[in-house]
């Protein structure tokens, strides 16, 4: 751990579900001490999750909260507030994704938090941000892909909107969460103090709709449904191939006589279409006489035959597929890990690591406040008989296990 970037760092994770524990995940996997706080009895909402492991844990828990510690606390008790005003001395970062309002309410607003650490640096991942007329406002993953313009521009133009693959709202949003964690870090060291920063998933997703605003902002046009096809570029779209699997082609105009080669087009279709821009006027022909030579290759002589000429593409793999492919298994992309009830079980790691560095080591996920007694014992120096007598009040909880 020692070699590790954020070594000596301590988050306090109070968030739950997806964002902000993704986040903290990635800055566990990178060397920071991660402290996950729980409701004492159930956990985070996560840990009821489908799917279930045989033993009963959830899958879904596991992949977004390994390499952490857990504390199981009442924070709606003054004896479990006071406890975690004890412990913001000795942590860096707190991570929390309560509706605005919700910590302050606690007495765990920020004036609170840096009243007790000066240092803090506090991240607030919500949904609308801490202003606006919808701060107050509850949301998850596919309420903000629709509300931001999303899901209208995913799916195919015959069909109706669709959400993406992956929960994209919260993953993106776990992103800028640990931007803010590593840029809050950075103003600490240049100004001497912490600072609030202010995540909403609704902001994320607008940051995503750059490239289509520009056609909206350019011309006054909604962008739209375009399935597997680049609204800029042609080709770029997956090809359906003879023995039915797709294979997707991004052809520049670098590589469209290439993409000729390969696909033996006549001559006047190669200079019929020898720009993007004339590519993308005929569009429709275009795809039609593609798609008409691609369902003649089986897909791996496809693939292979287009990468010989250096043109872009690649198939369209399972989730199986691409964990288990070559360069996966090279870049350490899954890693496994040991827990103290479901025995073996993997989960896909950090992708950011120094050059040279292998792959980031994973510690399962932590039981229901099976950290409790290190972490309040360690931290606050609190005895056995004092963490009894909290365990007993309820308080906090230490077995480990949700009810």
């Known amino acids: 751990m ?34 996950k706080v729980e409701r004492t009895g159930t956990g985070d909402e996560s840990r009821s999750m489908e799917p279930r492991l045989p033993g009963g844990e959830s899958a879904y828990f596991f992949a977004v909260n390994r390499t952490k510690q857990s504390i199981a606390i009442d924070l ?59 701060a107050g406002r509850k949301g998850y993953d596919t309420v903000f892909q629709a509300l931001s313009g999303v899901m209208h521009v995913t799916g195919h133009p015959d069909a109706g909107p669709a959400k993406v693959g992956v ?7 776990s992103l800028w969460v640990m931007i803010a964690a590593l840029v809050g870090l950075l103003d600490r060291h240049r100004t001497g103090h912490g600072g609030h920063w202010d995540v909403a998933m609704m902001d994320v997703q607008a940051s995503l709709l750059s490239i289509g ?12 449904r375009t399935g597997t096809e680049h609204p800029g570029r042609v080709p770029s779209a997956a090809l359906r191939c003879a023995d039915g699997r797709w294979v997707h082609i991004s052809a520049s105009d ?31 022909a275009v795809m039609e006489r593609l798609q008409e030579i691609a369902g003649t290759w089986k897909h791996n002589e496809f ?9 872009p593409a ?40 120094r050059v040279g560095d292998q792959a980031p080591d994973v510690a399962p996920p932590p039981l229901l406040g099976g950290d409790t007694e290190a972490v309040l014992s360690s931290l606050l120096g609190l005895s056995a008989d ?9 308080v906090v909880q230490t077995n480990g296990r949700t009810r």
């Not at 988050?11 to 001490?33: F, K, W, Y």
């Not at 605003?213 to 739209?224: I, M, N, S, V, Y």
């Not at 693939?303 to 043109?311: I, K, N, Q």
């Open 2 to 35: 020692s070699g590790k970037p954020l070594s000596g760092v301590r988050v306090l994770d109070l968030s739950r579900v997806l964002a902000g524990p993704l986040a903290t995940q990635s800055l566990a996997e990178l060397g920071a001490d991660v402290i």
């Open 76 to 134: 709606k008790s003054e004896s479990g507030r006071m406890l975690v005003l004890d412990l913001i001395p000795h942590v860096d970062i707190v991570v929390e994704n309560f509706l605005p309002g919700t910590l302050s309410r606690m007495g765990l607003g920020f004036s609170e938090l840096t009243e007790a650490n000066p240092r803090l640096v506090l991240i607030s991942n919500t949904g609308f941000g801490q202003t606006g007329p919808e």
């Open 167 to 173: 929960p994209i709202a919260d993953m993106t949003s």
């Open 213 to 224: 605003a520009a056609r909206l902002f350019a011309h006054d046009e909604d962008p739209q």
């Open 254 to 284: 670098q590589h469209w006589s290439s993409l000729c080669q390969v696909l033996n087009l006549r001559p006047s279709e190669v200079d019929r279409w020898s720009t993007n821009a004339q590519r993308v006027a005929e569009r429709g």
């Open 303 to 311: 693939v292979d035959a287009l990468h010989r000429v250096g043109v």
């Open 314 to 353: 690649g198939l369209v793999q399972s989730p199986r597929e691409a964990l288990t492919s070559d360069q996966a298994r090279h870049r350490g992309s899954v890693q496994s890990f040991v827990h103290a009830t479901e025995g073996e079980f993997c989960g896909i790691s950090t992708p950011l690591r």
């Open 386 to 394: 004092q963490i009894g007598d909290l365990s007993r009040r309820g």
